[in-house]
């Protein structure tokens, strides 16, 4: 069975520091990767997609960046966290981009807190 | 505009009683509906998937029910439990783009 691990679990870093989380994704090979944030009373917004190894597509001009480094490893990272950036960030895994395949599976998410 | 709202925002009923959550969206053009719990703190869970052929589907006491004319959705649970405290989102997935196009939620509580 397929299993989506996100670290950590929470973080609280102070307004411009560097940031890195980690996603990833097990049972399964070459799956689609996203990272969603979702802030409070807000639904859950595409941040970075990735449909491939060194393959980002970015949805939102923003403060992040993310890489694939492996195949089943997607990282979200910024170099200078600003207060806007605190949230939950959420990483999930599809099949397929589109089709009866596309259902995403969310992992456990990461709350982040800047100060 | 690729909207989804919610309603009620946040309900709270007993134990045992029956509630409907409402959707609707404005999602064009459209590929399927899907359902997702969202315990606090965790990630969505999918509750059920339906595409624009489907009026209802079930999974437990989950059933949804989808109308493609007027663009709406519900999500009845039936004989609430403790454990269906969360929140509920709507998601409709757009068959242009196939991206997801989130609903706010409506925040559950069920009280003893």
């Known amino acids: 069975s397929q299993t989506i691990h996100q670290w950590p679990a929470t973080l609280v870093q102070p307004v411009g520091s560097p940031l890195s989380l980690e996603c990833t994704v097990e049972g399964t090979s070459n799956p689609n990767l996203y990272w969603y944030r979702q802030a409070a009373g807000r639904g859950l917004q595409l941040l970075f997609y990735s449909v491939g190894i060194g393959q980002i597509s970015s949805e939102v001009p923003q403060n992040l960046s993310a890489s694939r480094p492996q195949d089943r490893q997607f990282i979200l990272s910024s170099k200078k966290l600003l207060l806007s950036d605190s949230g939950f960030y959420l990483c999930?895994?599809?099949?397929?981009?589109?089709?009866?395949?596309?259902?995403?599976?969310f992992g456990p998410g990461t709350r982040l807190t800047v100060l | 505009k690729n909207q989804v709202e919610q309603s009620p925002q946040s309900l709270i009923i007993l134990e045992g009683k029956n509630c409907t959550l409402q959707?609707?969206?404005?999602?064009?053009?459209?590929?399927?509906l899907r359902w997702y719990k969202q315990d606090t703190g965790r990630g969505p869970v999918s509750l059920t998937i339906m595409t624009f052929s489907e009026n209802t589907k079930s999974n437990g006491r989950y059933t949804a029910t989808l109308d493609a004319d007027t663009k709406q959705s519900s999500l009845h649970i039936t004989a609430s439990q403790l454990s269906d405290s969360a929140s509920y989102i709507c998601?409709?997935?757009?068959?242009?783009?196939?991206?997801?196009?989130f609903g706010t939620g409506t925040r559950l509580k069920v009280l003893a």
């Open positions: 959707c609707n969206y404005t999602v064009s053009p459209f590929s399927n």
């Open positions: 998601v409709v997935i757009n068959s242009g783009t196939y991206k997801y196009i």
């Open positions: 999930a895994w599809s099949r397929s981009l589109a089709g009866a395949n596309n259902e995403q599976f």
